[in-house]
């Protein structure tokens, strides 16, 4: 074994890491603050359905955020579907392939076709020069995504979207905390919905939440998500079951409490990455500008296997044997699963972009969970793969490690 191959559990060392480092490990605000909220709601004997906390919460988030509506939610997922429904949409949408698999899955779960458009490589996100092209009789909307929470291009989008009188929503379960021209990520478009799922760095267990400056919208919004229930004994309207409990929107209300901080903590290790990697040729760490407010939650690197000498997955498997679960996220895209696979099989050719990309990126453990010093041995373990890269492959291929 070559001497610096020693250290990486891989080659039979120990595990770099003794316990496993997630990607989207939650932050768990201040515990006693918590509890004492969550005893509170069992004191009072109210658990869900529009309780206290839960419009404590809508009133915090509208002010935080500058919109007229925030309506909570069990999860974004369900939060896109009814705002999908109530805004009308159906034949097709345009969306990204590139995201996660619940943007277009929302769609496709009420017979809307998901039509992907590729992306701007230097954005990640919905490249709006591609959009209109995909426009035919049946499109009824668009659905940009702020991946990574970076806005994506909000105003040409707007444009596409007036000029074809097509509704226009945004994805923005990463961009809780992210800002646009002065402007908190929550007030674009025709509405946009937040995930406050354990993995963001925000988060209510499970959670979600649609903001709108449209009164009407936001009003079918909230009956849609109480079974259409416009009073007891009284259903104006179909709906489903959307609603936020308590208990999540208690731990809502703690987090709100340290924002500041958890974003501070992301952005310092985001900077500790920036600061490890520097330098290294291959690789790019994906930039948050200084133009904007950002929430700094998704460390993404893309790996040029060419400059850098090594493919992105070689460099996960090591990551992995090492105790670092750094993700592949959102490979092969969604356009690559069921059924959209099935039902476009040739969706591909028209998405080159977005098939480079998802062979490149991958997203790197951060948050509260880990420290200065594990984000120094990530750094350090990246360095020794990519300056050893050949060696590594022919290693492993030896051990039948690698393809
Ligand atoms: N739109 C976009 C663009 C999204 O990214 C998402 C969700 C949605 C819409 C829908 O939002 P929600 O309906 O979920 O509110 C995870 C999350 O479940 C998902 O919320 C998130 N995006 C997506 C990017 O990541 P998976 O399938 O990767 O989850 P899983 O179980 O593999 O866990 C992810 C990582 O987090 C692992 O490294 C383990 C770690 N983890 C997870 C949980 C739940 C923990 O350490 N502790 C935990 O409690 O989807």
Known sequence: MKDHFRDLAIFGGNPAFADQLFVGRPNIGDRQAFLARVNDILDRRWLTNNGAYVQELERKLEEYLGVKHCIAMCNATIALEITIRALG????????????IATPHSLQWQQITPVFCDIDPATHSLDPTRVESLITPRTTGIIGVHLWGKPCAIEQLEAIAQRRNLRLLFDAAHAFGCSHDNRMIGGFGDAEVFSFHATKFFNTFEGGAVTTNDDELAARIRLMKNFGFAGYDNVIYIGTNGKMSEVSAAMGLTSLEH?????????????????????????????????????????????????????????????????????????????????????????????????????????????????????????????????NGSEMTEALLRRGDAA
């Open 89 to 100: 949409m159906s034949g097709e949408v345009i969306v990204p392939s590139f995201t996660f």
């Open 259 to 387: 924002l500041d901080d958890l974003i501070a903590l992301n952005r310092r290790n985001h900077e500790a990455y920036g600061r490890g990697l520097a330098g290294l040729l291959g690789v790019r760490l994906v930039p948050y500008d200084g133009n904007n407010r950002y929430n700094y939650q998704y460390v993404v690197l893309e790996i040029d296997s060419e400059s850098a000498g090594v493919d992105r997955d070689l460099l996960l498997q090591i990551l992995h044997a090492e105790n670092v679960m750094a993700r592949r996220y959102f490979y092969p895209g969604c356009h690559q699963m069921e059924p959209y696979r099935s039902h476009f099989p040739h969706a591909g050719l028209l998405l080159p972009e977005t098939e480079g990309l998802v062979q490149r990126v991958m997203s790197l453990p951060t948050g509260s969970a880990v420290t200065e010093e594990d984000i120094s041995r990530i750094s350090s373990i990246i360095r020794l793969v990519l300056m």
